[in-house]
């Protein structure tokens, strides 16, 4: 049910590390040509780190394990591509569609294929106003039932970090602090909310994640990076920001699916860019890392 570029099926035989990647940002994050840079760029980011890459994706119906290049062409192109989560993946498959796989739908993808690493920017999580409006993003369900690790700089700085926390609390997900004590803010290195695991290696990483699959119950495991500094945004400025954004989607009744990618545009218009210039340092560095852990698990394995 899957199709596994050469490459990449050669490397999960062998054993070697392979890190997945998401499609959304190439097909509903980034404008072209910035969405085919950014995406040639994160597969060298990996590759860099000793890893093979694998961008995930719908074509034609096939869930695909590395996009060939006439599907990442039709991605970028942006037409008629759908944004997949999890509950969406049979639809597409039914319907022969093209679709590019959000977090959720990357995760379950990749663990189906065999690949434990998954690099991104931010999950979703727990809208800023889920009290009225229950908007809980799929990420964090699939995060609870989904053996996978996934490198990101936390949850995206829009949602309600806070709440995000707590339920990855309640639904079992370990979230480990890379290099830091705090829950990154995505744009920012600091949120004020403390983590109670940090490991500052990729080894550490990988001795966490080898006795998460036996005592974690087969929930997913969170490494939060912090973005690199010299493009990090100050939180207050950050902050400011976000408030203006969300004060913009309430006017244009942005709802549903549509909060997110409006919420980013937004952002970008408010900090005049940086938070666009912040979003690409931090998904390169987070497959950098990523392509680093997905090193040290096949060393551990080795050496266990």
């Known amino acids: 049910m899957l199709t596994i570029r050469p490459d990449i099926h050669a490397a999960l035989q062998e054993h070697k590390p392979?890190?997945?990647l998401e499609s959304t940002l190439i097909s509903h994050g980034l404008p072209y040509p910035l969405n085919l840079e950014t995406a040639q760029a994160l597969e060298q980011a990996v590759r860099d780190g000793g890893a093979q890459p694998a961008t995930i994706g719908v074509g034609h119906g096939v869930p695909m394990i590395g996009l060939d290049e006439p599907a990442l062409m039709r991605f970028v192109g942006r037409?008629?591509?759908?944004?997949?989560s999890r509950r969406d993946l049979g639809a597409a498959v039914a319907q022969a569609a093209d679709g590019a796989t959000t977090v959720a739908a990357t995760m379950a993808l990749a663990h189906l294929a065999g690949i434990a690493v998954f690099a991104t920017g931010g999950i979703g999580g727990v809208h800023r106003g889920a009290r009225e409006s229950w908007d809980v993003s799929a990420d964090l369900g699939e995060l609870s039932r989904t053996?996978?690790?996934?490198?990101?700089?936390?949850?995206?700085?829009?949602?309600?970090?806070?709440a995000t926390l707590e339920l990855l609390e309640t639904l079992g997900v370990p979230v480990v602090g890379y290099g830091c004590d705090?829950?990154?803010?995505?744009?920012?290195?600091?949120s004020g909310l403390p983590l109670t695991i940090r490991a500052n290696t990729p080894a550490?990483?990988?001795r966490i994640w080898h006795a998460?699959?036996?005592?974690?119950?087969?929930?997913?495991?969170?490494?939060?990076?912090?973005?690199?500094?010299?493009?990090?945004l100050p939180r207050a400025t950050a902050e400011a920001a976000i408030e203006r954004a969300l004060s913009t989607a309430k006017t244009n009744h942005i709802r549903g699916a549509a909060v997110t990618p409006f919420l980013l545009?937004?952002?970008?218009?408010?900090?005049?860019g940086e938070s666009l210039r912040t979003n690409i340092a931090l998904l390169r560095n987070n497959a950098s890392i990523a392509a680093q852990i997905a090193v040290a698990l096949v060393e551990e394995a080795t050496d266990a």
């Open 18 to 20: 392979v890190v997945a």
């Open 79 to 84: 037409e008629g591509i759908r944004k997949l």
């Open 147 to 162: 053996p996978v690790l996934v490198v990101c700089a936390g949850a995206k700085a829009i949602l309600d970090l806070p």
């Open 182 to 190: 705090e829950l990154p803010a995505f744009y920012s290195t600091t």
């Open 204 to 206: 550490e990483v990988a």
């Open 212 to 232: 998460h699959l036996q005592y974690g119950g087969g929930s997913g495991l969170l490494v939060c990076v912090p973005p690199p500094p010299e493009v990090a």
């Open 265 to 272: 545009a937004a952002m970008e218009c408010e900090t005049t």
